[in-house]
């Protein structure tokens, strides 16, 4: 709502984003529980509504510099990408998996309440930060089904981003748009270690008291640049390359570090102007406390409560993506889409697995 045209407060927006979330993700059918292969029901509640953020944002300055309040997603506004959901596997869409590894950081549909600056000092470059309260059981549906809990019984410390995006033009004819995003969380919430217990020994071999730590960050690197126009066709017609790494403290994560890249070619096909062919592929290493874990488990025959819904070692996981969005008419879209993970869940042991699956998208407005 514009707050300027209905009561004269200039600037001022208030926003709300609302979902239906429905359904069982395939890939747990093959024993992943790393990367879904769509985004239906996870964390949705299984309701006809379900709150996704609720927030309102100031503009300053000729829309240079914006500060907003309220129920906000952390990875909505940082570690994100319009282009990121050109795919359908969780991977990638929504935003890198690694990027959401830890169950306090607020990604769709799960909101927190937050605050956020973000400023231009130039055209091409954006610095933002800003503070999200981290709660417990914010995907789960005992506290969060339907998303409107506002209480805040629930926080148990805070997350801190910081972010910096350059937005150059490259080419003769600066028609080569790019975005290079540079980012930093620390976040204050008491969780436990992936390995040790308070004696430096494996908590999941020699039991004891799991030793805890008080903090936690996360670092990371993102892009993406449009190499070349097609000559002759819509200014939108190119071929862009996204890619990135991110990389978690290796004491508190399941991910340590993922790496991706991908490819996306809009209208390659003359007469397809909006066409888009794309090609993605996505690296995950378990993090070393986790794989360790899961190695002495095994090797002393211990299978039950194993991390991470595991069955056996974890050590790394990759998934294809190949996709083609046709454009049926304006405002509706048709995506066949392929999939194939290779060590599923992370496990060697787990057999690789295709997909065959399609996305659609009807726009009313």
Known sequence: MDWEHL????????????????????????????????????????????????????????????????????????????????????????RPKAAADSNYYGSYPAATWAFRMKGRPRKDLYIQAGVYFAENGIY?????????????????????????????????????????????????????????????????????????????????????????????????????????YIYNSPHTAVRDFEVYGALLSQGLIPGRPEDVFGVAFSYVSIAPGTRDTTMAMVAAGDYSGMPNHATGVQTNAEVLEIDYSINVMRGVTFRPDFQYYIHPNGQVGLRNSAMLGFKSYVSLF
């Open 140 to 244: 789960q549906n005992y506290q969060h089904r339907t998303g409107f809990k506002f209480n805040g019984a629930n926080i148990v410390g805070y997350e801190i981003p910081i972010e910096a995006q350059w937005e150059p033009h490259f080419g003769s004819h600066h028609d080569l748009p790019g975005h290079y995003k540079l980012g930093f969380v620390y976040d204050d919430v008491r969780r436990s270690d992936n390995y040790y217990n308070t004696a430096g020994q494996s908590y999941y071999v020699y039991g004891g008291k799991q030793l805890m730590r008080n903090s936690s960050w996360q670092t990371y690197f993102m892009f993406d640049q449009k190499l070349m126009n097609y000559t002759g066709r819509a200014k939108s017609a190119g071929l862009t390359f996204m890619g990135g």
């Open 7 to 94: 009561a004269g407060i200039r600037g001022f927006v208030t926003r709300m984003t609302t979902v239906g979330r429905y359904g069982t993700t395939a890939n747990r059918m093959f024993g992943d529980w790393l990367a879904h292969s769509s985004e239906i029901y996870g964390g949705g509640g299984n309701v006809v509504v379900h709150l996704v953020s609720l927030y309102g944002e100031e503009s300053l300055f000729g829309g240079r510099f914006l500060i907003a309040g309220g129920r906000m997603s952390q990875l909505s506004d940082f570690a994100s990408s319009p282009i990121f959901c050109s795919f359908q596997n969780n991977s990638f869409c929504g």
